[in-house]
């Protein structure tokens, strides 16, 4: 009996071990081995473009008035202040812990952080910020055409809701 109570006790703190959540300092160095903050600040441009791209859309071809670009470019300032303010390693690590902590073991985190010690993690590590950029410039060609369908289907339904109410009898009171 004895025996087995060991055995338990040991098997139960293998998979404890196994199952341990990794430190913020574990996590705190794997971010600044991944370079991190630098994709951070990759995105920043990125999202800043998105704006302009909406006030671009917003503006429909037309060229604004003095008084209007005077209104955009306090928007764009704003924005870009805004942007600047939120993408920040110090205002996102908190999260990063957090996200890192219920989704990694402290397995995951040694295995990844040996990872990116290899020359395949470093190459990827330096073309992560290519690849997001890559990915957020060709969005817009996926994402039109989608928000383009996704409306044509909503004023279809609209239609044939109008067309089926038409079509019945007025409810009895």
Known sequence: MKRILVTLALSSATLFAQAAAPSSQAIENLLALTRAEKLLDSMKPQV???????????????KPTSDEQKILDEYSTKAAEIIGDALTMERLKPMYIQLYTQYFTAEDVEGLTAFYKTPAGQSLITKMPLLVQGLMA???????PMVQQIEAAAQKMEKDLEALHTQMPEPKS
């Open 48 to 62: 800043s473009q998105m704006v302009k791209a909406q006030i671009d859309k917003a503006q429909k071809g037309r």
């Open 138 to 144: 060709a969005m817009p060609s996926i994402m039109t």
